[in-house]
């Protein structure tokens, strides 16, 4: 079975500072790792993946996340943060090469930047 | 943008009745997907689809029931609409590594 954990429920950042949020997995084999975002009222929209390669990996709206396998984590990261940052993320893992695999989500933190 | 549709948007339905939420993507994914969001906001998989003629029970058990007749659409159905079926309802569909979602439905039933 594969899970996902964000262990914060909210994370609050003054507008500027850099942003963390934190993800671990856990997976059979290799993992497919992604990050998404979720405006109010909105469905989710996706912001970056690691598949394979370099452990950085850059995605939309100046985001990053790096995979650390022996920690099993993929937290999301931005340099300096904007208001309109402030919404729901969601981790997700998937096994690697596994045609059948779904997505599995964690349960979301949501993201406060205050001007 | 990806292109997966999902209507109505919103929906408030009576208690007994029937109701049918549609999801169609243009993208020729094989793999489509239904979670529903509960409002505490964890999403749970409740329906997936490798392709037509494909449909299996996802993680958390659902009275809903869907088909996939065709590649491109993934319809959702309750047969009786109760209170405990209010919730967010997200479509998505991938092929071997994201999946893209629909802006979802919003479902009250009173």
């Known amino acids: 079975a594969q899970s996902v954990a964000q262990p914060e429920d909210q994370v609050n950042v003054a507008e500027g500072n850099p942003l963390t949020v934190k993800c671990t997995y856990s997976v059979s084999g290799n993992p497919y790792l992604f990050w998404y975002v979720q405006y109010p009222n909105r469905g989710l929209q996706f912001l970056l993946k690691?598949?394979?390669?370099?452990?950085l990996v850059k995605g939309s709206y100046g985001f990053e996340a790096e995979f650390n396998k022996s920690q099993t984590s993929f937290h999301l990261k931005k340099p300096s943060a904007l208001v309109s940052d402030s919404a729901l993320y969601f981790c997700?893992?998937?096994?690697?090469?596994?045609?059948?695999?779904?997505?599995?989500f964690g349960k979301g933190t949501m993201l406060l930047v205050s001007p | 943008e990806a292109d997966i549709y999902q209507t109505p948007r919103y929906l408030v339905i009576g208690t007994g009745k029937k109701i049918t939420l549609e999801c169609s993507q243009t993208m020729g994914h094989d793999k489509m997907y239904w979670y529903q969001q509960d409002p505490g906001m964890e999403l749970h998989l409740i329906h997936y689809?490798?392709?037509?003629?494909?449909?299996e029970k996802g993680d958390l058990s659902s009275e809903s029931t869907v088909s996939r007749i065709r590649t491109e659409h993934f319809p959702l159905t309750l047969e009786s609409a109760r209170p405990s079926h209010t919730s967010q309802y997200l479509c998505a569909s991938s092929e071997f590594t994201e999946a893209f979602f629909g802006q979802g439905t919003r479902l009250t039933v009173v």
């Open positions: 689809s490798y392709g037509v003629n494909s449909t």
């Open positions: 997700a893992v998937r096994e690697a090469g596994s045609g059948y695999s779904t997505l599995t």
């Open positions: 690691y598949i394979t390669g370099d452990n």
